[in-house]
Protein backbone atom coordinates (compact mmCIF):
# COMPACT_ATOMS: atom_id res chain seq x y z
CA UNK A 1 0.00 0.00 0.00
CA UNK A 2 1.11 3.62 -0.55
CA UNK A 3 0.21 4.37 3.53
CA UNK A 4 3.56 5.89 4.94
CA UNK A 5 5.45 3.44 7.16
CA UNK A 6 5.50 4.40 11.06
CA UNK A 7 8.22 3.59 13.10
CA UNK A 8 5.90 0.57 14.58
CA UNK A 9 7.40 -2.28 12.83
CA UNK A 10 10.73 -1.61 14.84
CA UNK A 11 11.39 -1.73 18.46
CA UNK A 12 9.64 1.70 19.78
CA UNK A 13 7.45 4.36 19.40
CA UNK A 14 5.04 5.68 16.62
CA UNK A 15 7.30 8.40 14.93
CA UNK A 16 6.50 8.51 11.11
CA UNK A 17 9.47 6.96 9.66
CA UNK A 18 11.80 9.37 7.33
CA UNK A 19 13.89 7.24 4.77
CA UNK A 20 17.19 8.52 3.76
CA UNK A 21 17.61 9.96 0.27
CA UNK A 22 18.74 7.93 -2.36
CA UNK A 23 22.07 9.05 -2.81
CA UNK A 24 22.71 8.27 0.81
CA UNK A 25 22.22 4.77 0.59
CA UNK A 26 25.08 2.59 -0.31
CA UNK A 27 24.77 -0.42 -2.61
CA UNK A 28 26.35 -3.14 -0.18
CA UNK A 29 23.04 -2.22 2.48
CA UNK A 30 21.17 -4.09 -0.49
CA UNK A 31 23.56 -7.23 0.78
CA UNK A 32 21.78 -7.96 4.02
CA UNK A 33 19.85 -11.14 4.18
CA UNK A 34 16.65 -8.85 4.50
CA UNK A 35 16.93 -7.48 0.53
CA UNK A 36 17.96 -11.38 -0.81
CA UNK A 37 15.18 -11.49 -2.43
CA UNK A 38 15.81 -8.37 -4.22
CA UNK A 39 18.92 -9.62 -6.35
CA UNK A 40 16.86 -9.68 -9.48
CA UNK A 41 16.18 -6.34 -9.55
CA UNK A 42 19.98 -4.66 -7.93
CA UNK A 43 19.36 -2.38 -11.39
CA UNK A 44 16.42 -0.48 -9.47
CA UNK A 45 18.30 -0.32 -6.15
CA UNK A 46 21.47 0.74 -7.13
CA UNK A 47 23.06 4.03 -8.33
CA UNK A 48 21.84 7.50 -7.50
CA UNK A 49 19.08 7.88 -10.56
CA UNK A 50 14.99 6.98 -9.55
CA UNK A 51 13.36 4.98 -12.18
CA UNK A 52 10.29 6.75 -13.93
CA UNK A 53 7.19 4.89 -13.07
CA UNK A 54 7.27 4.31 -16.59
CA UNK A 55 10.01 2.57 -16.52
CA UNK A 56 9.43 0.89 -13.59
CA UNK A 57 6.18 -0.60 -15.29
CA UNK A 58 7.42 -1.71 -18.27
CA UNK A 59 10.70 -3.49 -16.28
CA UNK A 60 8.18 -5.90 -14.00
CA UNK A 61 5.94 -5.82 -16.23
CA UNK A 62 2.99 -6.89 -13.57
CA UNK A 63 0.29 -9.33 -14.78
CA UNK A 64 -3.03 -7.43 -15.35
CA UNK A 65 -1.57 -4.68 -13.34
CA UNK A 66 0.00 -1.18 -14.63
CA UNK A 67 2.03 0.78 -12.40
CA UNK A 68 0.51 4.74 -12.63
CA UNK A 69 1.99 7.53 -11.04
CA UNK A 70 0.05 8.74 -8.03
CA UNK A 71 -0.74 12.92 -9.04
CA UNK A 72 -3.45 14.50 -8.50
CA UNK A 73 -4.75 13.92 -11.66
CA UNK A 74 -4.90 10.39 -11.04
CA UNK A 75 -6.42 10.94 -7.38
CA UNK A 76 -8.84 13.12 -8.63
CA UNK A 77 -10.91 9.99 -9.69
CA UNK A 78 -11.65 9.46 -5.95
CA UNK A 79 -11.31 5.78 -5.90
CA UNK A 80 -10.41 4.09 -2.66
CA UNK A 81 -6.19 2.71 -3.13
CA UNK A 82 -7.43 -0.55 -3.31
CA UNK A 83 -10.56 -0.15 -5.85
CA UNK A 84 -7.60 1.37 -7.84
CA UNK A 85 -5.86 -1.82 -7.97
CA UNK A 86 -8.88 -3.86 -8.42
CA UNK A 87 -9.16 -2.15 -11.83
CA UNK A 88 -5.93 -2.97 -12.76
CA UNK A 89 -4.18 0.87 -11.85
CA UNK A 90 -1.05 0.67 -8.92
CA UNK A 91 -0.75 4.24 -7.81
CA UNK A 92 3.00 4.79 -7.14
CA UNK A 93 4.74 7.82 -6.29
CA UNK A 94 7.52 9.12 -7.80
CA UNK A 95 11.41 8.95 -6.53
CA UNK A 96 10.19 7.33 -3.26
CA UNK A 97 11.55 4.14 -1.77
CA UNK A 98 8.29 2.88 -0.05
CA UNK A 99 6.35 2.67 -3.67
CA UNK A 100 9.29 1.48 -5.19
CA UNK A 101 9.52 -1.59 -2.81
CA UNK A 102 5.77 -2.46 -3.31
CA UNK A 103 6.61 -2.69 -6.80
CA UNK A 104 9.24 -5.15 -6.82
CA UNK A 105 6.39 -7.04 -4.00
CA UNK A 106 4.12 -6.96 -6.96
CA UNK A 107 6.89 -8.25 -8.98
CA UNK A 108 8.26 -10.91 -7.20
CA UNK A 109 4.65 -12.15 -5.81
CA UNK A 110 2.12 -10.96 -7.81
CA UNK A 111 -0.71 -13.88 -6.82
CA UNK A 112 -0.13 -13.10 -2.99
CA UNK A 113 -0.47 -9.07 -3.67
CA UNK A 114 -3.71 -9.88 -5.50
CA UNK A 115 -5.28 -11.66 -2.91
CA UNK A 116 -4.37 -9.38 -0.31
CA UNK A 117 -6.27 -6.52 -2.55
CA UNK A 118 -8.87 -8.75 -3.78
CA UNK A 119 -9.62 -9.13 0.41
CA UNK A 120 -9.45 -5.60 1.04
CA UNK A 121 -11.67 -4.96 -1.46
CA UNK A 122 -14.42 -7.46 -0.11
CA UNK A 123 -14.16 -5.55 3.09
CA UNK A 124 -14.66 -1.94 2.04
CA UNK A 125 -17.21 -3.06 0.19
CA UNK A 126 -19.03 -4.62 2.90
CA UNK A 127 -17.92 -1.78 5.42
CA UNK A 128 -19.48 2.02 5.82
CA UNK A 129 -17.42 4.17 4.21
CA UNK A 130 -14.31 5.81 6.21
CA UNK A 131 -14.60 2.74 8.71
CA UNK A 132 -11.90 -0.15 9.21
CA UNK A 133 -12.44 -3.39 10.68
CA UNK A 134 -9.78 -5.98 12.19
CA UNK A 135 -9.31 -8.46 9.10
CA UNK A 136 -8.58 -5.29 7.56
CA UNK A 137 -5.89 -4.37 10.00
CA UNK A 138 -4.31 -7.66 9.49
CA UNK A 139 -4.28 -7.59 6.18
CA UNK A 140 -2.85 -3.75 6.18
CA UNK A 141 -0.10 -4.90 8.46
CA UNK A 142 0.87 -8.32 6.51
CA UNK A 143 1.20 -6.27 3.27
CA UNK A 144 3.55 -3.61 4.76
CA UNK A 145 5.47 -5.88 7.77
CA UNK A 146 5.14 -8.91 6.57
CA UNK A 147 7.02 -12.14 6.55
CA UNK A 148 6.31 -15.45 5.70
CA UNK A 149 8.49 -18.10 7.94
CA UNK A 150 9.10 -21.74 7.36
CA UNK A 151 9.40 -24.58 10.21
CA UNK A 152 10.03 -27.97 9.92
CA UNK A 153 8.69 -29.35 13.11
CA UNK A 154 6.64 -28.20 16.00
CA UNK A 155 8.96 -27.72 18.92
CA UNK A 156 10.37 -24.80 17.78
CA UNK A 157 6.98 -23.09 17.38
CA UNK A 158 6.20 -23.94 20.89
CA UNK A 159 9.19 -21.77 21.82
CA UNK A 160 7.99 -19.38 19.94
CA UNK A 161 4.55 -19.63 21.50
CA UNK A 162 6.14 -18.59 24.68
CA UNK A 163 8.32 -15.71 23.30
CA UNK A 164 11.00 -18.02 24.31
CA UNK A 165 13.77 -15.86 22.34
CA UNK A 166 16.91 -17.84 23.03
CA UNK A 167 15.65 -20.96 21.78
CA UNK A 168 13.91 -19.26 18.56
CA UNK A 169 17.49 -17.62 17.53
CA UNK A 170 19.51 -20.99 18.34
CA UNK A 171 21.74 -20.72 15.85
CA UNK A 172 21.97 -24.65 14.65
CA UNK A 173 18.36 -24.07 14.00
CA UNK A 174 18.38 -21.67 11.69
CA UNK A 175 21.59 -23.53 9.82
CA UNK A 176 19.89 -26.46 9.45
CA UNK A 177 16.88 -25.35 8.38
CA UNK A 178 14.56 -26.08 11.35
CA UNK A 179 13.58 -22.35 10.96
CA UNK A 180 14.13 -19.98 7.84
CA UNK A 181 12.59 -17.27 6.35
CA UNK A 182 10.40 -18.32 2.98
CA UNK A 183 10.08 -14.54 2.01
CA UNK A 184 10.36 -10.88 3.18
CA UNK A 185 7.33 -9.60 2.05
CA UNK A 186 6.49 -6.59 3.57
CA UNK A 187 7.49 -3.28 1.73
CA UNK A 188 7.47 -1.06 4.79
CA UNK A 189 10.23 -3.54 6.33
CA UNK A 190 12.22 -3.14 3.26
CA UNK A 191 12.47 0.57 3.47
CA UNK A 192 12.99 1.09 7.34
CA UNK A 193 15.87 -1.48 6.56
CA UNK A 194 17.49 0.75 4.64
CA UNK A 195 19.02 2.55 8.06
CA UNK A 196 21.22 -0.43 8.95
CA UNK A 197 21.08 -0.72 12.56
CA UNK A 198 17.14 -0.72 13.19
CA UNK A 199 15.53 -3.12 15.63
CA UNK A 200 12.94 -4.19 13.04
CA UNK A 201 9.84 -6.72 13.91
CA UNK A 202 7.89 -8.97 11.26
CA UNK A 203 4.58 -9.66 11.15
CA UNK A 204 4.81 -13.23 10.61
CA UNK A 205 2.50 -16.09 9.05
CA UNK A 206 4.01 -19.66 9.46
CA UNK A 207 3.97 -22.59 7.37
CA UNK A 208 4.79 -26.09 8.46
CA UNK A 209 6.75 -27.42 5.39
CA UNK A 210 10.21 -27.98 3.44
CA UNK A 211 9.91 -25.66 0.25
CA UNK A 212 9.86 -21.97 0.55
CA UNK A 213 7.44 -21.37 -3.18
CA UNK A 214 5.19 -24.62 -1.96
CA UNK A 215 4.93 -22.00 1.43
CA UNK A 216 4.34 -18.73 -0.34
CA UNK A 217 1.63 -20.72 -2.72
CA UNK A 218 -0.25 -22.26 0.90
CA UNK A 219 -0.39 -18.64 2.67
CA UNK A 220 -1.76 -17.25 -0.53
CA UNK A 221 -4.54 -19.76 -0.59
CA UNK A 222 -5.02 -19.32 2.91
CA UNK A 223 -5.29 -15.41 2.67
CA UNK A 224 -7.71 -16.24 -0.66
CA UNK A 225 -9.63 -18.24 0.96
CA UNK A 226 -10.36 -15.99 4.37
CA UNK A 227 -8.28 -18.80 6.59
CA UNK A 228 -5.81 -16.30 7.78
CA UNK A 229 -5.38 -12.61 8.38
CA UNK A 230 -8.63 -12.10 9.72
CA UNK A 231 -7.42 -10.13 13.08
CA UNK A 232 -3.87 -8.69 13.55
CA UNK A 233 -3.24 -10.68 16.72
CA UNK A 234 -2.93 -14.11 14.20
CA UNK A 235 0.44 -12.19 12.88
CA UNK A 236 3.33 -13.21 14.93
CA UNK A 237 5.71 -11.10 16.39
CA UNK A 238 9.81 -11.96 14.86
CA UNK A 239 12.59 -9.59 16.16
CA UNK A 240 14.50 -9.94 12.66
CA UNK A 241 17.43 -8.53 14.20
CA UNK A 242 17.60 -11.60 16.75
CA UNK A 243 18.00 -13.66 13.48
CA UNK A 244 21.64 -15.23 13.46
CA UNK A 245 24.50 -13.12 11.17
CA UNK A 246 21.33 -10.36 10.78
CA UNK A 247 22.83 -8.10 12.93
CA UNK A 248 25.54 -6.81 14.71
CA UNK A 249 26.76 -7.46 18.42
CA UNK A 250 24.08 -10.21 19.39
CA UNK A 251 25.41 -11.23 22.68
CA UNK A 252 23.75 -11.95 25.71
CA UNK A 253 23.07 -8.88 26.61
CA UNK A 254 21.53 -8.09 22.97
CA UNK A 255 19.59 -10.97 23.79
CA UNK A 256 18.29 -9.85 27.08
CA UNK A 257 17.04 -6.35 25.69
CA UNK A 258 13.07 -6.61 26.59
CA UNK A 259 12.26 -3.53 25.39
CA UNK A 260 12.84 -5.38 21.91
CA UNK A 261 12.89 -9.56 22.89
CA UNK A 262 9.58 -8.90 24.32
CA UNK A 263 7.93 -11.37 26.74
CA UNK A 264 4.24 -13.13 25.77
CA UNK A 265 1.82 -10.55 27.39
CA UNK A 266 -0.40 -12.70 29.31
CA UNK A 267 -3.38 -14.07 27.47
CA UNK A 268 -1.65 -14.09 24.30
CA UNK A 269 -2.46 -16.79 22.01
CA UNK A 270 -1.00 -17.37 18.32
CA UNK A 271 -2.84 -20.01 15.81
CA UNK A 272 -1.74 -22.86 14.20
CA UNK A 273 0.67 -22.68 10.94
CA UNK A 274 -0.26 -23.05 8.14
CA UNK A 275 0.05 -26.15 6.49
CA UNK A 276 2.14 -28.12 2.98
CA UNK A 277 1.98 -31.03 1.49
CA UNK A 278 5.65 -30.68 1.41
Known sequence: MTLAPTATGDGGGSRR?????????????FEHPLFAGLHDFRDLLDGTAWPSIAALDARLAVPGKRLVEQDAALLADGLHYEARIAQGRIATRADNWH??????AWAR???????LNVQQCLHIDAMPAGQRNRAQAALTQFDESGVIVRMREGTLLAAWDAHDW?????????????????????????????????LLVGKCVVVQGRDDNACIAEVTAAIGGGRVLTDPLQLRPLPLAGIPDWHEGQDATFYANTDYFRPLRAGRQYPPPVHTAL
Open 17 to 29: FVPPPRAAVAARR
Open 109 to 115: HPQLKHV
Open 166 to 198: PAVFEPARWQNGDIAIATVFGHALMEQALLPGR
Open 99 to 104: DLFNAL
